[in-house]
C-alpha cells in the first residue's frame, strides 16, 4: 500500500528524514513516534505528496509519487484522508458543509453527498451537530468532524497527524476507538504521534524516528 | 462539477465573506466612477468638436454709419457667394437685444451702457465646407475688401484652433485612459489579491481533500468577474445621478451657453460594463496565478 525507498528530504541544510525505507500493508494499523522534531510530520506529509522527497522513491498503491502529476496527485488525495491536530476546518462552514466538501470536490452528486454526510456524523456520534459551526463545539468534537472529512470518500489510507495532541485522555481514548473501527473496516491507519500513552499496551505496529531516521 | 454549481459556491462565498467582497466592489467602483468620469468628459468634448465641424458660419460685421447702398452691395455680393446661404441681417438693436436674452438673469450688466457697442452684421451658412472645397479664409479676404465692411468672422478659425486642442486632448486621452486602465486593472488585482490572501486557510484545506485547482479557481473567478461587472454597473449608476444630480445638461461660460451634454452613450456604457467584467476577470485570475504560485 505504501512504500518508501531510501528517501530522504532536507530544508535548506537540515535534513529532516535521511534515507527512510519503510512498507505498509494494506489493512495495517501502524503508530509513527519519536521525539519533536524526529520528522514524524514530514514523513506524513511526503506520503501525502504535500512535499516532495529529497531522495528516493515513494510508491502509493503502486503509483510513484516523483512521477505524478498535478492533477493526479488532486485525484490520489481523495483517496487518502488526512487528518491534523489543530483540526483545519471552515470556521464560517457547518459542521455538514465542512464534512460534505470532501464529497463535493470528488464531483458527487449533492443527493450522494448528503446521504454519505449524514451517515458519516452518525458514526462519529456527531449527528445532532450537523448545523453546528466548528467554533461552537468542544476539541474533541472538532476532532471527530475532522476525521468525518477525512473518511467521507472510503479511503484507502487515513493519515492522521498528531490527532489527539489538543485533546484530554478521555476523549483520546474515544478518538482512538474511532480509528481502531476505521482499521477493522480495511483503510490503512497510520498515525504520528509523540504521546507515551497511546503506544502503551497497544499490539500495533510501531514506526521509531530519531532525527530523521529509523530506529 | 457544472458551472452552476460553481455559480452557487461563488454566490455563497459572497454571501459568507460580505465585508471582504463589499471592501473589492467599493474599490473597483471608486475606480469605474473615475474611468468613466474620464471617457464621459471625452465623449463631450469629441461631441462638441463634431458639432462645430459639421457647419461653418459666417458674420460679416458693418461699419457704423454705413450708407444704405453700400449695405445693399454687400447683401447681393453674399446672396450670390457660390456655396452659401443668406441668413439674414442683424442690427445693432437685435444683437443687443440678442446678447441679454442670453445673458438671461446676467443682462443688468449691459443697462449701465450709454451707447449700443455692438456692430451690425449679415449672417451667412456654408454647408458641408469640405466636400466643396471651399476656403472660408479666401472669402473672408475677399469680403473684408468691400466698402463698408468692418471685420469677417467664421468659425472654422474657431475650429481650426479646437482642432489642435482636440488632437492634445486625444493624444493626453489615450495616455491618461491607458494609464487609469493599468491603475485600475492594478488596484483590483490587488483587492482581490488581498481578498483571496484572507481565505488562504480555506484554499489550503480544498486543496487537502483532494480538489483540483480549476475547483478552488472557479468560483474565485465568478466572483472576480461578479464584482467587476456589479461594480461598474454602480459606477454608471453613481455618475449618472451626479449627471443628472448636477442637471448638467448645458455648460455655460459667463453665462453664454457652450454646449449640451450628454451622457455616455450606450456604446460606451457596454464598453464600461465590459471592462469591468473583464477586469474582475483578469484581476482574479493574475491574483489567483500568483497566490498558487506562493501556495505551491
Request: hydrophobic share 50%; net charge positive.
Given at each position: 500500500?505504501?512504500?518508501?525507498?531510501?528517501?530522504?528530504?532536507?530544508?535548506?541544510?537540515?535534513?529532516?528524514?535521511?534515507?527512510?525505507?519503510?512498507?505498509?500493508?494494506?489493512?495495517?494499523?501502524?503508530?509513527?513516534?519519536?521525539?519533536?522534531?524526529?520528522?514524524?510530520?514530514?514523513?506524513?506529509?511526503?506520503?501525502?505528496?504535500?512535499?516532495?522527497?529529497?531522495?528516493?522513491?515513494?510508491?502509493?498503491?503502486?503509483?510513484?509519487?516523483?512521477?505524478?502529476?498535478?492533477?493526479?496527485l488532486d485525484l490520489l488525495r481523495r483517496g487518502i484522508?488526512?487528518?491534523?491536530?489543530?483540526?483545519?476546518?471552515?470556521?464560517?462552514?457547518?459542521?455538514?458543509?465542512?464534512?460534505?466538501?470532501a464529497?463535493?470536490v470528488c464531483?458527487?452528486?449533492?443527493?450522494?453527498?448528503?446521504?454519505?454526510?449524514?451517515?458519516?456524523?452518525?458514526?462519529?456520534?456527531?449527528?445532532?451537530?450537523?448545523?453546528?459551526?466548528?467554533?461552537?463545539?468542544?476539541?474533541?468534537?472538532?476532532?471527530?468532524?475532522?476525521?468525518?472529512?477525512?473518511?467521507?470518500n472510503?479511503?484507502?489510507?487515513?493519515?492522521?497527524?498528531?490527532?489527539?495532541?489538543?485533546?484530554?485522555?478521555?476523549?483520546?481514548?474515544?478518538?482512538?476507538?474511532?480509528?481502531?473501527?476505521?482499521?477493522?473496516?480495511?483503510?490503512?491507519?497510520?498515525?504520528?504521534?509523540?504521546?507515551?500513552?497511546?503506544?502503551?499496551?497497544?499490539?500495533?505496529?510501531?514506526?521509531?524516528?530519531?532525527?530523521?531516521?529509523?530506529? | 462539477?457544472?458551472?452552476?454549481?460553481?455559480?452557487?459556491?461563488?454566490?455563497?462565498?459572497?454571501?459568507?465573506?460580505?465585508?471582504?467582497?463589499?471592501?473589492?466592489?467599493?474599490?473597483?467602483?471608486?475606480?469605474?466612477?473615475?474611468?468613466?468620469?474620464?471617457?464621459?468628459?471625452?465623449?463631450?468634448?469629441?461631441?462638441?468638436?463634431?458639432?462645430?465641424?459639421?457647419?461653418?458660419?459666417?458674420?460679416?460685421?458693418?461699419?457704423?454709419?454705413?450708407?444704405?447702398?453700400?449695405?445693399?452691395?454687400?447683401?447681393?455680393?453674399?446672396?450670390?457667394?457660390?456655396?452659401?446661404?443668406?441668413?439674414?441681417?442683424?442690427?445693432?438693436?437685435?444683437?443687443?437685444?440678442?446678447?441679454?436674452?442670453?445673458?438671461?438673469?446676467?443682462?443688468?450688466?449691459?443697462?449701465?451702457?450709454?451707447?449700443?457697442?455692438?456692430?451690425?452684421?449679415?449672417?451667412?451658412?456654408?454647408?458641408?465646407?469640405?466636400?466643396?472645397?471651399?476656403?472660408?479664409?479666401?472669402?473672408?479676404?475677399?469680403?473684408?475688401?468691400?466698402?463698408?465692411?468692418?471685420?469677417?468672422?467664421?468659425?472654422?478659425?474657431?475650429?481650426?484652433?479646437?482642432?489642435?486642442?482636440?488632437?492634445?486632448?486625444?493624444?493626453?486621452?489615450?495616455?491618461?485612459?491607458?494609464?487609469?486602465?493599468?491603475?485600475?486593472?492594478?488596484?483590483?488585482?490587488?483587492?482581490?489579491?488581498?481578498?483571496?490572501?484572507?481565505?488562504?486557510?480555506?484554499?489550503?484545506?480544498y486543496k487537502l481533500v483532494g480538489a483540483t485547482?480549476?475547483?478552488?479557481?472557479?468560483?474565485?473567478?465568478?466572483?472576480?468577474?461578479?464584482?467587476?461587472?456589479?461594480?461598474?454597473?454602480?459606477?454608471?449608476?453613481?455618475?449618472?445621478?451626479?449627471?443628472?444630480?448636477?442637471?448638467?445638461?448645458?455648460?455655460?461660460?459667463?453665462?453664454?451657453?457652450?454646449?449640451?451634454?450628454?451622457?455616455?452613450?450606450?456604446?460606451?456604457?457596454?464598453?464600461?460594463?465590459?471592462?469591468?467584467?473583464?477586469?474582475?476577470?483578469?484581476?482574479?485570475?493574475?491574483?489567483?496565478?500568483?497566490?498558487?504560485?506562493?501556495?505551491?
Open positions: 500500500m505504501i512504500q518508501l525507498f531510501r528517501v530522504s528530504k532536507t530544508f535548506g541544510a537540515n535534513a529532516a528524514l535521511k534515507d527512510i525505507s519503510l512498507r505498509i500493508r494494506k489493512g495495517e494499523f501502524v503508530f509513527v513516534t519519536g521525539a519533536s522534531g524526529a520528522g514524524k510530520t514530514t514523513l506524513l506529509r511526503l506520503m501525502f505528496g504535500a512535499e516532495q522527497p529529497t531522495e528516493g522513491q515513494i510508491l502509493i498503491n503502486g503509483i510513484n509519487l516523483n512521477r505524478i502529476s498535478r492533477v493526479n484522508g488526512f487528518v491534523f491536530q489543530d483540526f483545519k476546518l471552515l470556521n464560517k462552514k457547518s459542521v455538514f458543509d465542512n464534512v460534505a466538501l464529497s463535493v464531483g458527487e452528486r449533492f443527493a450522494i453527498t448528503k446521504k454519505k454526510t449524514h451517515q458519516i456524523l452518525r458514526a462519529v456520534g456527531l449527528a445532532n451537530k450537523e448545523q453546528a459551526f466548528p467554533l461552537q463545539l468542544s476539541g474533541g468534537e472538532q476532532q471527530r468532524v475532522a476525521i468525518a472529512r477525512a473518511m467521507i472510503n479511503p484507502l489510507i487515513l493519515l492522521a497527524d498528531e490527532p489527539t495532541g489538543n485533546l484530554d485522555p478521555d476523549v483520546t481514548r474515544d478518538i482512538m476507538l474511532l480509528f481502531r473501527t476505521i482499521n477493522l473496516r480495511g483503510t490503512t491507519v497510520l498515525i504520528a504521534t509523540h504521546s507515551r500513552e497511546l503506544l502503551e499496551n497497544t499490539d500495533q505496529r510501531i514506526v521509531v524516528l530519531s532525527k530523521g531516521m529509523l530506529q | 462539477m457544472t458551472w452552476a454549481r460553481y455559480f452557487k459556491y461563488a454566490l455563497t462565498n459572497i454571501s459568507t465573506n460580505r465585508m471582504i467582497h463589499a471592501i473589492s466592489m467599493g474599490t473597483i467602483t471608486i475606480s469605474m466612477v473615475l474611468f468613466g468620469a474620464f471617457v464621459l468628459f471625452f465623449v463631450n468634448v469629441s461631441n462638441l468638436v463634431m458639432e462645430w465641424g459639421h457647419s461653418s458660419s459666417m458674420s460679416v460685421y458693418l461699419k457704423d454709419g454705413i450708407k444704405q447702398d453700400a449695405k445693399q452691395r454687400i447683401e447681393s455680393a453674399l446672396i450670390n457667394l457660390p456655396g452659401a446661404e443668406f441668413k439674414g441681417f442683424i442690427s445693432k438693436e437685435q444683437a443687443l437685444s440678442d446678447l441679454m436674452e442670453t445673458l438671461g438673469p446676467q443682462s443688468g450688466i449691459l443697462t449701465g451702457l450709454t451707447r449700443n457697442p455692438l456692430p451690425s452684421s449679415f449672417e451667412i451658412a456654408f454647408r458641408d465646407v469640405q466636400r466643396l472645397q471651399l476656403d472660408p479664409k479666401k472669402i473672408k479676404e475677399e469680403l473684408e475688401k468691400l466698402e463698408g465692411v468692418d471685420e469677417v468672422q467664421y468659425s472654422e478659425q474657431w475650429l481650426e484652433r479646437f482642432e489642435a486642442v482636440i488632437y492634445v486632448i486625444k493624444l493626453v486621452g489615450l495616455i491618461v485612459g491607458s494609464l487609469l486602465s493599468v491603475a485600475v486593472l492594478f488596484i483590483i488585482t490587488n483587492t482581490i489579491k488581498l481578498a483571496i490572501y484572507s481565505r488562504r486557510d480555506e484554499i489550503e484545506i485547482d480549476w475547483f478552488v479557481k472557479a468560483p474565485f473567478l465568478i466572483e472576480g468577474a461578479l464584482q467587476g461587472i456589479i461594480g461598474a454597473v454602480l459606477a454608471l449608476l453613481i455618475l449618472f445621478g451626479m449627471y443628472w444630480l448636477f442637471s448638467l445638461k448645458t455648460i455655460r461660460v459667463s453665462g453664454l451657453p457652450l454646449m449640451d451634454i450628454v451622457f455616455l452613450p450606450n456604446g460606451h456604457i457596454m464598453f464600461i460594463l465590459c471592462l469591468g467584467l473583464v477586469l474582475g476577470l483578469m484581476g482574479s485570475f493574475v491574483a489567483l496565478g500568483r497566490f498558487f504560485r506562493f501556495f505551491d
